[in-house]
């Protein structure tokens, strides 16, 4: 079932929830794939009803070509749920239904999460995954919303959102889901050639060589190794490798026993910007 009005979807969702299902939300911007597939399925393992909402969010994107670039094909999301998951809401809102007149980011305070990687190489990106998240939890008032750990940093900021507005919704963090290569599945590999598709597994590679290394090595030492391996791979362009505590998110040079820690990756691959991390534990 496709909707793209907010009145509809509600009346559609208050039937559901007097009927005592719960709600579970997958918010995506389209171009769908297995990794949406499986955080789908997490979702209905959880929630009676899903709603997935497809919406490219322009105050999220810091860049205008790649906001230009970011590929959209309503039909095809459509007749993908409609294959693999036919009892799917989805809702298709119009840019008025979520932002009225003014297509503008909200300001929070996310602190320490966004001062870093996606937070410092992309200024404003949070604040408008932030703006538009808020919106669809207003809309759709989900008991559960389901983000995957690819993009950890926005997982982390989505729980800091809920935290701040107070929204009654259940943010669950789904494992990455990779091709058999181990490329993390996203959006932006629609945008890459077969033979890019194959070079792209070099951020895995990295990732797997720094957990191996991370119990007797120096984080120094990591960088180095990390920073070398694409430098081989000059089609790459290497934005950030940084090893960060997960607890706060904050890059470290330093190890402490008792700490969590996770590996995070940002690079271009001609045009195509590719992220990723890896728990080192
Ligand atoms: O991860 C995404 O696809 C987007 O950031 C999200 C969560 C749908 C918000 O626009």
């Known amino acids: 079932m496709v909707i793209n009005s907010k009145k509809s979807l509600q009346e559609t969702l208050e039937i559901a929830k007097k009927e005592g299902n719960t709600i579970g939300l997958v918010p995506t911007m389209g171009a769908l794939h297995e990794g949406h597939l499986s955080l789908i399925n997490f979702a209905y393992s959880q929630c009676d009803r899903v709603v997935v909402s497809i919406f490219v969010n322009p105050t999220q994107f810091n860049n205008a070509a790649d906001l230009e670039k970011y590929p959209r094909d309503l039909s095809k999301d459509a007749e993908f749920l409609k294959t693999h998951n036919p009892e799917t809401i989805v809702f298709t809102p119009e840019i008025k239904e979520i932002y009225s007149d003014e297509v503008k980011s909200e300001s929070f305070e996310f602190g320490n999460f966004v001062n870093f990687m996606e937070g410092e190489f992309r200024t404003g990106h949070f604040d408008g995954v932030g703006s538009v998240l808020k919106r669809l939890f207003d809309i759709v008032k989900p008991d559960k919303a389901f983000f995957g750990e690819k993009d950890y940093q926005q997982l982390r900021v989505v729980k800091k959102l809920v935290e701040i507005t107070g929204q009654p919704v259940e943010i669950v963090g789904c494992p990455t889901s990779r091709n058999k290569f181990g490329l993390a599945q996203s959006s932006r590999n629609f945008r890459l050639s077969d033979s890019q598709l194959k070079e792209a597994e070099l951020i895995y590679e990295a990732l797997t060589r720094a957990k191996k290394m991370f119990s007797t090595n120096s984080v120094e030492t990591i960088e180095k190794e990390v920073e070398q391996l694409f430098q081989a791979h000059p089609s790459f362009e290497l934005e950030y490798f940084s090893i960060v505590k997960e607890k706060d ?3 470290t040079k330093t190890k402490e026993s008792e700490e969590n820690y996770r590996a995070f990756i940002a690079a ?14």
Not at 268 to 281: H, S
């Open 249 to 251: 998110l904050i890059p």
């Open 268 to 281: 271009f691959l001609g045009e195509v910007r590719l992220i990723d991390n890896m728990a080192l534990y």
